[in-house]
């Protein structure tokens, strides 16, 4: 034999050895996070580890009665060495035994904890998770604004999916002997339905409030009121709340009724997706008719609206006081606008009773809260209220007004005038003042 055959095949022996011998070799420890039916290995048991194969996605690992087995790269976190998985161990020893099972079709695995965050995974009745952690999060409201009972958690599907669900359509529990039954994954998979994923991403707000918004007559305190249709995925519990309803509808799941429409099993509550930004919600109501609402879902954050209007009625006050802040008639006194949004009136002896009482001493706060119909925007600058805080109860003085480059006219509205904030109509006989920029030192 050749001496250059002998070094190939001396060369071939070692590399086969140190395969072997790689094969058999540690490299290092870790914990099992879902238990092993066959042999029976309990989740939060040390391991040691051998193989990490990528090409079949498993951990070779050594189980308890020395032999090797495969467990789902997903379900196993390598720690290193194995003080670092004794370590791991301790901190998960708490949830070791803690799975729980699903009660709601449906039910969100969410990428944070809070019920706004993108949904990973979907839950069928039944099926059953790895609780890893409890951690803070944003609970889901109850119509009566409370929080619901129950806890986010850290999971972890028997696919391998991580995310964070909130408890509250959960049944949690230890497993400490027997087999853990999991659902096949084949029943787990959903027919892809986008319409019924874009109706429950979004936020769905009473259509009167894009109506608000398309007109430009934002009611901020009907804004602040949140009423909306919520369809309650984290806790299959859907909620109307709305000025005349405020109804809750426990439901087992949400199932394809029509064309972009759906059930919500075991209630009445029926929802159509009209278009991609109206959705049509129905339901009994107590006495058994049929009742119709419309939701829409707009284009900006609710926060945001309101926060852009209040800059709006801002700016509207700031060019009054920025033109003033004095304005004085020969008639009806003097008013003196400051820049935090108070007033103070002297000389309006005109107007006392029938306006202002005749305790007032003539202060108050102003409030841009009134809108002016196509009509009479056409003619007036705007619409505000003059609160005066000095009398109990206090009393609202409502006008339009002119703001030009000599002054302020103002004419006083009639209660009557207004509808939904808005001033419709001026009254049969108008008060009518105009007040001059004090332009003295």
């Given at each position: ?22 094969s058999c070799s540690r490299m290092g420890y870790g914990i099992l996070l879902w238990a092993n039916e066959d042999p029976q290995i309990f989740s939060g048991t040390i391991l040691p580890v ?350 339009m007004y002119v703001l030009d480059s000599q002054g302020l006219r103002l004419e006083i509205v009639q209660d009557i005038g207004i509808e939904d904030s808005t001033v419709t109509r001026r009254a049969s006989s108008p008060v009518v003042m105009y007040f001059f920029r004090d332009l003295s030192p």
């Open positions: 034999m050749s001496e250059k055959i002998k070094i190939k095949l001396i060369f071939s022996a070692l590399v086969i050895s140190a395969l072997v011998f790689s051998y193989i990490r194969s990528n090409i079949d996605h498993v951990w070779v690992v050594g189980a308890p009665n020395d032999t090797k087995i495969e467990v789902p790269l997903l379900l196993f976190e390598f720690a290193g060495s194995k003080k670092k998985a004794e370590k791991r161990a301790e901190e998960f020893s708490i949830y070791a035994a803690i799975y729980a099972e699903n009660l709601q079709d449906g039910l969100p695995i969410r990428e944070d904890p809070d019920n706004g965050a993108r949904r990973v995974y979907r839950l069928r009745p039944g099926e059953i998770i790895k609780i890893l952690d409890k951690v803070e999060g944003n609970p889901p409201i109850s119509a009566t604004g409370e929080p619901l009972p129950g806890n986010w958690y850290r999971v972890l599907t028997y696919e391998g999916v991580r995310g964070y669900c909130f408890s509250y359509r959960l049944n949690l529990f230890e497993h400490n002997d027997g087999p853990l039954i999991a659902i096949p994954v084949i029943q787990r998979e959903f027919e892809p339905d986008p319409d019924l994923e874009m109706v429950l991403s979004r936020k769905w707000s009473l259509d009167t409030y894009q109506e608000m918004i398309n007109s430009r007559r934002i009611d901020i305190g009907e804004f602040e009121m949140n009423y909306r249709f919520d369809p309650g995925q984290d806790t299959g519990i859907a909620k109307i709340i709305t000025p005349d309803v405020q109804r809750e509808f426990i439901y087992e799941g949400i199932y394809p009724d029509g064309d972009r429409a759906w059930r919500f099993e075991g209630t009445s509550l029926q929802m159509n997706l009209r278009t991609n930004t109206i959705l049509v919600v129905q339901f009994n109501d107590t006495s058994g008719s049929r009742k119709t609402l419309l939701f829409t879902a707009l284009s900006a954050d609710i926060d945001d609206i309101i926060t852009q209007e209040n800059n709006r009625r801002e700016a509207q006050l700031e060019a009054i006081y920025n033109q003033g802040p004095v304005f004085t008639s020969n008639n009806y006194g003097s008013i003196t606008f400051s820049e935090n949004g108070n007033f103070l009136w002297t000389g309006f002896d005109l107007l006392v009773p029938q306006y202002i009482p005749e305790a007032s001493l003539g202060t108050g706060s102003v409030q841009m809260n009134l809108f002016l119909s196509n009509t009479l925007a056409e003619q007036y600058t705007g619409a505000f209220t003059f609160r005066l805080t000095d009398v109990s109860p206090n009393r609202n003085i409502y006008f």
